[in-house]
C-alpha cells in the first residue's frame, strides 16, 4: 500500500518551455504532498508543501512564480516548471502523506528527471 | 536550531560484513525518526521508522535501528551486507510542528565490494 506514482519520469525540453510533473497517491488520499528538488549526489531539498484546496507553501528562495504547484484534488498535486531554463535541469521528487495521519511516513514517488537543453 | 547529522559521506563494507550508518538529530523535543534508501535514479524507500516505544526498531530488508535519546542518535545497522544494498541511505526528522516536514540528513553513499 501506500503507493506515489510519479509523472514523466524522465523529460527533455527546450529552454523556454513549460513543464508538467505529476504526482499521483494511487492507493491512499493525500492531504499534503511533498516536492523535492535533488542536485546529484546531494540531499533532498524541500521546495514547497502543496495541500488540497489551498495554496502551496513555500520555502525560502523557491520561486511560486517559477514552480507552479496546484493540489486539485486529493490524490493528485502537479508541479508545473514554467519557461524553464538549463539550471532548472535537476531531479525532481514528490511524496504523500496519507490523508489523516499526521505521524506517519511520508511516501515517494520514483521521482521525474528534467533536463532543459 | 534542528537539523540532522549523516558524518559519513561514502562507507565501502565488504560484502557478508556488519554494517552500522550513523545519524544525529537536533530537535527540542522526541522526533519522528526515519531511514530511506535510494537506488541510483529513483525515488527513496522507507526502511524503518520511529515513532515511540521500544528504541530498537525492526525494518525491511534486514535492517535496524536504534534511538538513543542521551546521544541524539538513531544508527542504521544491518548485520550481513549484500551486494544489492548498494545505494544512498538518509536519516530524516519529521519536524511534527504541524506541516510535519522532514529535515533530511546530507545522505550516506554506501559502496558493497564483492
Known amino acids: 500500500g501506500a503507493v506515489v506514482s510519479q509523472h514523466p519520469s524522465w523529460v527533455i525540453c527546450k529552454s523556454g518551455t513549460s513543464v508538467k510533473i505529476e504526482c499521483r497517491s494511487l492507493d491512499f488520499q493525500a492531504t499534503t504532498m511533498f516536492w523535492y528538488r535533488q542536485f546529484p549526489k546531494q540531499s533532498l531539498m524541500l521546495m514547497a508543501t502543496s495541500n488540497e484546496g489551498s495554496k502551496a507553501t513555500y520555502e525560502q528562495g523557491v520561486e511560486k512564480d517559477k514552480f507552479l504547484i496546484n493540489h486539485a484534488s486529493l490524490t493528485l498535486s502537479t508541479l508545473t516548471v514554467t519557461s524553464a531554463h538549463p539550471e532548472d535541469s535537476s531531479f525532481y521528487i514528490c511524496?504523500?502523506?496519507?490523508?489523516?495521519?499526521?505521524?506517519?511516513?511520508?511516501?515517494f514517488g520514483d521521482g521525474t528527471r528534467l533536463s532543459i537543453l | 536550531a534542528q537539523s540532522v547529522t549523516q558524518p559519513d559521506i561514502h562507507i565501502t563494507v565488504s560484502e557478508g560484513a556488519s554494517l552500522e550508518l550513523r545519524c544525529n538529530y537536533s530537535?527540542?523535543?522526541?522526533?519522528?525518526l526515519f531511514w530511506y534508501v535510494q537506488s541510483p535514479g529513483q525515488g527513496l524507500q522507507l526502511l524503518l521508522k520511529?515513532?515511540?516505544?521500544?528504541?530498537l526498531v525492526q525494518g525491511i530488508k534486514g535492517f535496524e535501528a536504534e534511538f538513543k535519546r542521551s546521544q541524539s542518535s538513531f544508527n542504521l545497522r544491518k548485520p550481513s551486507v549484500h551486494w544489492s544494498d548498494a545505494a544512498e541511505y538518509f536519516c530524516?526528522?519529521?519536524?511534527?510542528?504541524?506541516?510535519?516536514?522532514?529535515?533530511f540528513g546530507t545522505g550516506t553513499r554506501l559502496k558493497v565490494l564483492a
Open positions: 530537535y527540542g523535543a522526541t522526533p519522528y
Open positions: 530524516a526528522v519529521d519536524t511534527t510542528s504541524g506541516t510535519y516536514k522532514y529535515i
Open positions: 511524496s504523500a502523506r496519507v490523508r489523516g495521519q499526521g505521524n506517519q511516513p511520508q511516501h
Open positions: 520511529y515513532f515511540s516505544g521500544d528504541t
